[in-house]
């Protein structure tokens, strides 16, 4: 198990690697100038402005120095300073990252919750209206445009019914509270502050669905359908025999089993909508990740974008990492070697 | 005393295709103690009787009527919550597929513990874990201690059908249906599972239904046989008659389709022909398209049972007593 783990570690520094590799590959493929995007008109007239920002941010070296110069930062931790905020890009990305960390989770735990809850009903209400209805809203949460829904929703929740807040992480009138890790439900159940958790907690529940129905849509469908093939196993029948009533057949034998895949779909589900989150993060006004991704990408803003990569593809293998640990934990059939 | 009487037992299936007669018109009893098989080729009921039996067969697209009395109880007028008392505890029911038939994430231990824990409230966690230990001790399984943590996929096939057969002996079971428990086993856990069955039978006075289409292994385990052909009975007696005289032309093809050590040379020969498709039933006697004694009465009525004057049933022309008897025995 442990040397699974060193394993999978050793493969994150390799993907790494290539991601930064690759990034820094495409953005110079781009046919764009990140002088033009950073500078203002009057400034880019003058060619000693322009030599000067070329020299400080290493634009006039070799695009092969440029990458070597980059490695060696990255080794360091460095991750380059931002052209257009102008701090380390490592803070910048520290300083976004929770928001979008606790916007993915509020997603993933309606999507989970909601799915399998959803999937569960679907399978045991086969062919019935109920079943219908849900599957429906599924197929639309896989097939609906995310940014079409954002609005539809904050429109009909927000505006005309009033019942969620506007976009925003927290009530304008209120002040993000300093320290803490950042994660907002988190700091302020620690500190015991619960209007400011219910603040949160209302503010994350319109961009968390909407970021969270598309993977909801698909733990259903794969719940429903691994559902109805475990309740026609053979053990199923045993449990029967046993004189188990259906209720208990289903959460102590079906569904553990049917889990099992549904894990997969989960962890598909979860990197799904950390994609999903520049324009739910746009829409939604919401400080995170996504958004500096999005206004990175707007500017150019290379080592940005290079560290936004990064960071997505760390968070990608840690999901899958710890979606092989679940495997393990679940079904006892599971080796790691 | 009789444990089991089923009575006129019909049981159809209604698909788009048509009205499917699985099982027509069974009857049959089974005294407290005693083994009966019940034998016939696939699709000839067999599971479905068994599982009518064990209340496992409810849909909205199957009828059952007729009556079953089990120990004083109609169990086809039970509800559903009456029933469940009674499944898994004084009837319980192992399957063909050892293989598939436990639940891979739970440990052994805890599947053998569950009916105990369901029908014996009064029985704690740790009396329970200690029964089902010894349990795995009765069937025959070394340093159950260890076994009883470990998880299916961590045991052979005989094991997994000895942990079956603890589970469908972890209560008071009166009835022990075997559905093919041995079908899918090398020939000498085949052996091995018969002689546990066989023992715990005797220890515990309890009542078998093995059903098979292995005649072999009625011979081990049962007093009486029930031969079934398209959801019928067509030959009911005792064991050894069946082995000794054959009476159907049935159950003869299907003793002729067993290898024999004993006799040097004889031909096997498979009974020709298939089982008619269920929507598509011949008329008269359904077996009479695969029998060589069928004559023109047999294509167009259906015969009875009729009951020898040794107790024997035989649902075939040759033996109402009528003309047809000589012919029969002109063509032997
Ligand atoms: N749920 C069902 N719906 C419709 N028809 C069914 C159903 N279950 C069984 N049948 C039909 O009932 C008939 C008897 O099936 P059954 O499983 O009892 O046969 P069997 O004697 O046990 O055969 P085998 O030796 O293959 O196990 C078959 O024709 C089968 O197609
Ligand atoms: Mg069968």
């Known amino acids: 198990m442990l040397r699974f783990i060193a394993r999978r570690l050793l493969f994150l520094l390799f993907l790494l690697f290539g991601v930064a590799l690759f990034v820094f590959i495409l953005s110079h493929l781009v046919p764009s100038d990140p002088v033009a995007a950073n500078l203002s008109q009057s400034a880019l007239n003058n060619p000693e402005i322009v030599a000067a920002f070329k020299e400080k941010w290493g634009l006039d070296q070799s695009l092969f120095s440029q990458l070597l110069l980059y490695f060696q930062h990255l080794l360091t931790g460095d991750l380059g300073t931002s052209i257009r905020t102008g701090r380390p890009v490592f803070d910048d990305l520290m300083q976004f990252f929770p928001a979008t960390l606790e916007l993915s989770i509020v997603a993933m735990v309606i999507a989970l919750v909601l799915g399998i809850l959803f999937g569960t009903i679907s399978a045991i209400f086969r062919n019935k209206a109920i079943d219908h209805i849900i599957r429906t809203v599924s197929i639309s949460g896989v097939s609906i445009p995310s940014f079409w829904f954002a609005l539809i929703m904050l429109n009909i929740f927000s505006s005309v019914l009033g019942i969620t807040p506007g976009p925003g992480r927290i009530d304008t009138r209120t002040t993000t509270p300093e320290g803490g890790t950042g994660l907002l439900l988190l700091d302020s159940f620690i500190s015991g502050n619960f209007q400011l958790f219910s603040d949160v907690a209302m503010h994350l529940i319109l961009p968390g669905t909407v970021l969270g129905f598309f993977t909801m849509g698909l733990i259903a469908r794969q719940t429903r359908s691994n559902l109805l093939e475990v309740l026609s196993m053979d053990y199923v029948r045993t449990a029967r025999s046993k004189g188990l009533k259906e209720s208990a057949i289903i959460v102590k034998h079906a569904i553990s089993n049917a889990m099992i895949p549904v894990i997969t779909v989960a962890g598909i589900g979860f990197c799904n909508l950390l994609g999903g989150m520049v324009l739910v993060e746009n829409i939604f006004a919401w400080p995170g990740i996504g958004q500096y991704a999005y206004l990175s990408a707007v500017s150019l803003d290379f080592p940005a974008i290079c560290g936004v990569s990064l960071l997505i593809a760390f968070i990608y293998v840690v999901i899958n990492l710890l979606i092989d640990i679940l495997y393990g934990v679940i079904d006892p059939r599971v080796r790691y070697e | ?332």
């Open chain 2, 1 to 332: 005393m009789t444990l089991l009487k089923v009575e006129d037992l019909t049981i159809k299936f209604k698909s788009r295709q048509g009205v499917v007669k699985a099982v027509d018109n069974l009857n049959f009893e089974l005294a407290q103690g005693s083994s009966l098989g019940i034998v016939g080729e696939s699709g000839s009921g067999k599971s479905v009787t068994s599982l009518t039996i064990m209340g496992l067969l409810q849909n909205a697209n199957t009828e059952i009527t007729g009556n079953i009395d089990f120990d004083g109880l109609d169990l086809l007028k039970l509800s559903p919550n009456e029933m469940r008392k009674i499944r898994g505890n004084s009837i319980s029911m192992i399957f063909q597929e050892p293989m598939t038939s436990l639940n891979p994430l739970h440990t052994c231990g805890k599947q053998i513990m569950e009916p105990i824990l369901i029908h014996q409230k009064e029985v704690s966690k740790q009396e329970a874990k200690k029964h089902a230990i010894e349990l795995l001790r009765m069937v025959g399984i070394p340093s159950p201690e260890q076994r009883f943590h470990e998880y299916p996929h961590q045991m052979s096939g005989g094991m997994r059908q000895r942990i079956m057969i603890a589970i469908a002996l972890a209560c008071n079971t009166k009835l022990l249906i075997a559905d093919e428990p041995t079908t899918a086993l090398d020939v000498t856990i085949q052996a091995q599972i018969l002689d546990l069955m066989n023992s715990l039978k005797k220890k515990r006075d309890m009542s078998i239904i093995m059903i098979t289409h292995d005649l072999g292994v009625v011979k081990e385990m049962c007093e009486k046989v029930v031969v079934m052909y398209t959801g019928q009975i067509v030959e009911k007696s005792p064991t050894e008659l069946v082995f000794a005289d054959p009476l159907h032309p049935y159950t003869k093809g299907l003793l002729n389709a067993i290898p024999k050590i004993s006799n040097k040379v004889e031909r096997l020969e498979a009974i020709e022909g298939t089982v008619p498709d269920a929507l598509n039933m011949p008329s008269g006697c359904s077996f009479h398209p695969r029998c060589k004694y069928a004559t023109e009465k047999c294509t167009l009525e259906v015969p009875t049972l009729f009951q020898l004057e040794d107790g024997r049933e035989v649902k075939c022309f040759i033996y109402d007593g009528s003309e047809k008897g000589d012919d029969v025995n002109a063509a032997k």
